[in-house]
């Protein structure tokens, strides 16, 4: 390894201005390539290709289920939604959703008694239209009678669409909801398309004075994109700025913080393109860039600092030693580099460790953080010597002595190594070269100890984490918690794989619908679970049929007896005289006034006063109520259809509701157009069910006979809920991602006789999904601290023994790996954090953070033994010389992550301090504990066994050191 960086060295050497020439060629090209970059922070994306969210995508696929969008109106504290004016309103913007073009076009088809939006105001326009009056023109009187009696009767299919808060009396409701269905079957694209456009509805149109705002999948993911995008630059611009403050303290020299910088950058711009080339939009390799991704630039920052660093320390060193550019750059490369290269192969292990989790983010996130490591070793090991040796030339030209070049602040310019310990380095070498016995206690009790609280870490996955505080989605969201109790709507597919026409399937599958209700979690609608399946769509249209026999039955009895009907209308006490006069045209030429009479009023009445309004006024009551009654039976009497004579209204009226079928209708003489087209439709469609056996069985063959029917006459709704291949039911549940699994449990076992009749249940939600991805995480995790170290320790004692014959020398190497990480995961316990997206990357932290910072001590270490120093002597030279560069490597790492914390996304705020953590941890366990097993590992092989033992400890130690490091003198001539 050291002859292939010597031979890189001499390249870059020879060639400065050629190097840095091409690098800039390569930072351009991959710039160029980032346009393939694409962003996708989707919650699917985490799920595992191969688990429930590819089921829950294929149940979508398959049944085309429908896409929601929900638009909540929110009056605010001591706001009222139920008021004729909020729901002329909402039913205007329900119009301008269903006429708009971009929605319009992927709106699910209309089906039974369920439009494509759906509005809280819904049943009182339905019960306006029945007493012939627009909603915006009811009075008061005459709407809150009628509103708490739809709210009272209405059930939980008027009290879902509202807020908790709801009340009958009086009629009252804070919040209430639109539900906006989209076809999951149209392009993804357009439905985007019609999302956006929903938002725009939305925002022109108010409701009241009530604050509107939208909740989707979509809506979600472009938040948690709009707050990376805000994010990202900031971060990266602060985190860039410490680092040169940084840099500019450490080395106080313009040159080698330009170069540290902008190697940064261009490595940042090469991780990208990359990432971009392997994307979605190039080869399709890896995934699309994440909310796990924006972590990426920082760390890269972070960790890739650490190259410029280490070489300018060296190459700062060995121009104090006297040597001229051109070898000081050449020393650098082929010294430090080495343990570059051991540290950039164990990062890039480390962070490829995440390959084994099935999360594609994670994985991603491994792949181009791997990406960006390689990228600024190869950048700043190439860009810091050929830079350094561009300025320094011109220096060494116009002087022939050494030391009249040396600069850096070191405490000597005579060409001698720093020999006096730094005060700081002073307790550190005191400790382990006095007492690296206790040091090496202490530290297995404290990581016992953590240990021991890392066991009871758990793992969480929330997608509205990445939303930052003040986000309009998440506000959105917390609104609906509030007053909705939860996500109103969350569902719960049971997928019945089995033959649809199997009578024992489907009597099994009718006795565990009517078991649902009782599970805690499932939303109960009239005592009934909220769910849609086949035999719920044949009970909804049994439902509908039945609704218009009795609404046929009732007018019936109105026709044949007006008076009466009448009678039982529910007048307002008192009368408002001038509304009905507004409201009813008819009763205003009933109390017409003689012309005479008129003008006469006209005299002695206000200026502005109607006569008539001032009659009818003064009026006495009970003639004033008399004629509106009157009118109302006058009007119920000019509604009878034409052609029904007193005969045949006589005999129907006589008949109970079920038996008026279409052809009882037609026997008694009921003209049959006089019936509404929908009305006459469920009319058939109810006759076609009860002609193949009873309407509400339960029977397994009456069930299938039903189905057949429902083929025919409902094709399209009954592809929502079945196929060749089986039924699915929908169930509305409230069970959140805490209560997903004990839900799906509760529901697996009632689905029981559904498997006793052959049949195959799978059991999918979207907070399934979520669980599903916390269990992946926690799993994985396990694995990726594994392989992470693992790979490590094996990369290190391969490399040592290949130069010392020694494996504890390359385990020694992965102790701030091994302390931080351990640290690390008690610490978290500790704090109450848990594992989730981001901090699952945990162990790749610990191995690309540790193992830079082991694997410098060590190599600096075996180069002081090779030079004749004792043990003692070696940890002092190695802290006073390595030292500074490890303190100022994580000082700018430390920063670099720490500024994560200023992330308004929380799981970015907890990487960023679990990071910093990390770097703290690997730092003084790089200076304090690896010290000691350094002397104890070096006494051991220099003196155990006496002088025989010793021998063989020069020759592994020193004389092989000294073979392979070839160090040069410590004072320096020419190139």
């Not at 970059?37 to 919650?43: H, M």
């Not at 050449?330 to 290269?341: E, I, M, P, Q």
């Not at 109790?485 to 049971?494: C, F, I, N």
Request: charged letters at 20%; hydrophobic letters at 50%.
């Amino acid at each position: 390894m050291s002859r292939l960086l010597d031979l890189l060295a001499r390249g870059v050497i020879r060639v400065p201005a050629l190097t840095l020439g091409i690098l800039t060629l390569l930072t351009l090209a991959f710039a160029a390539a980032t346009t393939l970059l694409e962003v996708d922070t989707s919650v699917e994306s985490f799920a595992p290709s191969d688990g429930r969210a590819a089921t829950l995508s294929a149940i979508e696929d398959r049944f085309e289920t429908a896409t929601s969008v929900q638009v909540l109106v929110d009056a605010g504290p001591g706001g009222n939604l139920i008021t004729p004016r909020a729901l002329t309103d909402v039913q205007r913007l329900a119009e301008r959703l269903e006429t708009h073009p971009d929605i319009a076009a992927v709106l699910v088809e209309e089906g039974l008694d369920a439009p494509p939006v759906v509005t809280f105001a819904l049943p009182f326009e339905a019960a306006a239209e029945v007493l012939d009056r627009d909603l915006a023109d009811l009075d008061e009187a005459s709407f809150t009678p009628l509103a708490a009696a739809i709210v009272a009767d209405g059930g939980d299919d008027v009290a879902g669409l509202f807020s908790d808060d709801l009340t009958d009396d009086p009629p009252r409701a804070r919040a209430g909801l639109v539900i906006v269905d989209l076809d999951a079957s149209a392009p993804a694209e357009d439905r985007s398309r019609a999302q956006q456009a929903i938002d725009e509805v939305v925002d022109a149109t108010p409701v009241g004075d009530a604050r509107r705002s939208t909740l989707s999948m979509l809506a979600i993911e472009r938040g948690i994109e709009d707050a990376l995008e805000r994010d990202l630059p900031v971060l990266l611009s602060v985190s860039l700025l410490l680092v040169v403050l940084v840099l500019a303290l450490l080395f106080r020299s313009a040159v080698d913080v330009a170069v540290g910088l902008i190697g940064l950058l261009a490595s940042i711009i090469w991780m990208t393109g990359l990432a971009g080339l392997l994307g979605p939009g190039g080869l399709g390799w890896t995934g699309p860039f994440n909310q796990v991704s924006i972590a990426v630039p920082v760390l890269l920052v972070g960790l890739g600092i650490d190259y410029s660093v280490h070489l300018t320390t060296r190459y700062r060193e060995q121009r104090v030693l006297g040597d001229l550019a051109d070898r000081a750059a050449r020393v650098a490369l082929s010294t430090v580099g080495v343990a570059l290269v051991l540290a950039t192969v164990a990062s890039v292990a480390g962070f490829l460790a995440n390959a084994v989790t099935p999360l594609a983010p994670i994985r991603d996130f491994g792949v181009f953080a791997a990406l960006g490591i390689v990228a600024a070793f190869v950048i700043l090991s190439t860009s810091v010597p050929a830079a350094r040796v561009l300025v320094d030339r011109h220096v060494d030209r116009r002087t022939l002595r050494a030391d009249a070049v040396a600069y850096g602040g070191g405490p000597s310019r005579e060409g001698t190594r720093r020999q006096r310990a730094q005060r700081w380095a002073v307790p550190a070498i005191a400790v382990a070269t006095r007492a690296p016995g206790v040091v090496v206690a202490v530290a297995v009790v404290v990581l016992t100890g953590a240990a021991v609280a890392a066991s009871g870490l758990s793992t969480e996955f929330d997608e509205r984490d990445f939303l930052p505080e003040g986000e309009p989605v998440l506000a959105t969201i917390d609104r609906l918690d509030r007053s909705f109790g939860g996500d109103v709507s969350e569902r719960t597919y049971l997928l019945v794989d089995g033959a649809p026409d199997d009578a024992a399937l489907l009597a099994a599958v009718a006795s565990v619908e009517d078991r649902l209700a009782s599970v805690e979690d499932v939303r109960v609608v009239d005592g009934d679970a909220e769910l849609t399946s086949p035999i719920e769509l044949r009970d909804r249209i049994v439902a509908a049929g039945e609704a218009v026999r009795a609404r046929l039955a009732g007018d019936l009895d109105t026709w044949q007896d007006p008076v009466a009907a009448a009678a039982d209308v529910a007048l307002p006490d008192p009368i408002d005289v001038d509304a009905l006069l507004d409201d009813d045209a008819s009763l205003a030429e009933e109390l017409d006034l003689p012309e005479d009479l008129r003008l006469a009023l006209l005299a002695r009445l206000p200026e502005g006063r109607d006569p008539l309004r001032a009659l009818a006024a003064t009026s006495d009551p009970a003639e004033l109520e008399a004629t509106i009654r009157q009118e109302l039976a006058d009007t119920f009497a000019a509604d009878r259809p034409e052609g029904l004579t007193d005969a045949a209204l006589d005999a129907l009226s006589a008949l109970q509701p079920a038996a008026l079928t279409l052809a009882r209708l037609d026997a008694e003489g009921f003209p049959l157009d006089a019936l509404a087209a929908g009305d006459r439709d469920r009319l058939e469609q109810l006759e076609a069910l009860e002609a193949a056996g009873a309407a509400s069985s339960r029977d397994g063959d009456v069930l299938r006979a039903h189905l057949a029917v429902l083929a025919a006459e409902v094709p399209g709704e009954l592809a929502a809920v079945m196929d060749a291949e089986g039924i699915l039911l929908t169930v509305g549940t409230s069970g959140g991602q805490d209560g997903a699994a004990p839900l799906a449990e509760e529901l697996e076992a009632v689905a029981a006789p559904i498997v006793g009749a052959g049949g195959e249940v799978t059991i999918v939600s979207a907070p399934l999904v979520n669980a599903e991805i916390i269990e992946e995480l926690s799993a994985a995790q396990l694995l990726a601290i594994a392989i992470s170290l693992a790979a490590a320790a094996v990369l290190l004692v391969v490399a040592t023994y290949a130069s010392t014959r020694a494996v504890g020398l390359g385990l020694i190497g992965i102790v701030p790996s091994v302390v931080a990480l351990v640290l690390v995961l008690g610490s978290m316990r500790a704090l109450g954090l848990a594992f989730n997206a981001l901090t699952a990357t945990v162990a790749s932290i610990a191995v690309g953070i540790g193992v830079p910072y082991g694997i410098h001590l060590t190599n600096r270490y075996r180069e002081a033994l090779a030079r004749g120093l004792d043990p003692d002597q070696a940890v002092a030279d190695t802290l006073s010389n390595t030292g500074p560069a490890l303190i100022g490597s994580a000082a700018t790492t430390g920063l670099a992550f720490a500024v994560l914390l200023l992330s308004n996304s929380v799981p970015i705020q907890q990487f960023g301090a679990v990071s910093t953590m990390m770097i703290v941890f690997a730092l003084h366990a790089c200076l304090l504990v690896q010290p000691a097993l350094l002397v104890l590992w070096a006494r051991r092989r220099v003196v155990v066994g006496g002088p025989r033992g010793q021998r063989r400890g020069q020759r592994s130690v020193r004389h092989r050191g000294q073979r392979r490091a070839r160090q040069p003198e410590p004072v320096g001539g020419g190139r």
